[in-house]
């Protein structure tokens, strides 16, 4: 890239949860190809408000920053650049949660994330976002498609990779790591569990995650009256490579995903894994892995498959990790710079 020409990636989310992540790792990738490009991490009071109110204190911040090219990880910065007049704006739209999944977030959010939307892409921003099936439901909500990049995320192979795990038991673990959120659905991932779990007494489930349907799902696993089902709560990032190792199956039973970074570094461990067959998620998995339809009835299918099969979840693990290898954060990086390349070259 032109050195001439700065770039400010911005967010406010915290390095190492959910799309604080992705904007940590990436920058990290992006930084070794070019140097000059900033990082700009706006920290935004924490209450009931801060998403709604989050695109002000980012204008507020931004009005001391310069750059030539502006990259919002997220709806909220792109439209705190856009308060502040910064342009030329690119933003990471992740997905299409209020058009497509619209009972999984409450009305005020959704008509927040619709003004937001609207005004970004009325004001000519360019968008990068995660998955082809991302793309289509953007295209879907009249963006421009020649406004639209896909570039996938990566998996960071330092921090995810096979490792040996003590055994405690002969237990065979089916693992799921998630937010607890109504798109989720980890309650037909506990009904599919509770199918299985008559016929196969030496399966245990384990569910690492955090969100406001937790107490709800417990109640949902203790209706089942199926044993051996384990709440682990919130997986901080530094036990992740743990967690994944520590399950023999991974499976996400999600109705809808921007793109479904957890298959990637459960891949990336070498772990078999099955997912729904919607929404971006065949495009993570491909031919390496089950995909299933959304019933709980499906999904314990494609899990009986795998505790049948002590070879097929060895060889479909080491294709998941040879999948895996094909993303990695240094080719995003490389991607988002040649996005950035040709909206500096468009002004």
């Known amino acids: 890239m032109n050195t001439k020409m700065t770039v400010n990636l911005i967010s406010r989310f915290k390095p190492g949860v959910g799309i604080g992540s992705y904007s940590k790792y990436l920058y990290d990738a992006l930084v070794k190809i070019d140097e000059t490009i900033k990082f700009v991490n706006v920290d935004v009071p924490e209450h009931r408000s801060s998403e709604i109110l989050s695109p002000l204190w980012i204008a507020s911040h931004l009005r001391k920053a310069t750059a030539d090219l502006y990259h919002g990880d997220y709806l909220d910065s792109g439209l705190g650049a856009l308060i502040a007049c910064k342009k030329p704006i690119i933003v990471t739209i992740h997905d299409a949660i209020p058009y497509v999944y619209p ?99 030496n399966i245990e489930l384990r569910i690492g995650g955090y969100g406001p349907l937790f107490s709800k799902l417990e109640h949902h696993a203790e209706s089942t009256k199926a044993a051996d089902i384990r709440f682990l709560g919130f997986v901080p990032e530094d036990a992740m490579n743990e967690f994944y190792n520590g399950v023999d199956i991974f499976v996400y039973p999600s109705d809808y995903e921007g793109f479904g970074l957890p298959l990637l570094e459960a891949m990336a461990c070498k772990k078999p894994v099955v997912g729904t067959n919607v929404s971006s998620i065949p495009e993570v998995i491909g031919d390496a892995g089950i995909l299933v ?55």
């Not at 082809?132 to 192979?157: F, M, Q, R």
């Not at 299918?301 to 999948?323: A, E, N």
């Open 103 to 201: 009972k999984d977030r409450n009305p005020i959010w959704r008509m927040y994330h619709h003004i937001a939307f609207l005004a970004l892409r009325n004001n000519n921003a360019a968008i990068i976002t995660v998955s082809e099936a991302s793309k289509s439901d953007l295209i879907a909500c009249s963006i421009n498609p020649e406004k639209i990049h896909v570039v996938y995320n990566g998996v960071d192979h330092k921090k995810f990779f096979p490792k040996q795990i003590p055994k405690k038991s002969n237990k065979i673990i089916i693992g799921c790591l998630t937010k607890f959120a109504i798109r989720k659905r980890v309650d037909r991932l506990i009904d599919a569990y509770a199918l299985l779990k008559p016929d196969y007494p």
């Open 293 to 347: 339809d959304q019933t709980p009835e499906s999904l314990a299918g494609g899990i009986k498959l795998l505790l049948d099969d002590r070879d097929k979840r060895d060889q479909l693990g080491k294709q998941g990790y040879q999948r895996s290898l094909k993303f990695t954060w240094d080719e995003s990086a490389r991607k988002t710079i040649e996005i950035y390349q040709k909206v500096l070259n468009n002004i």
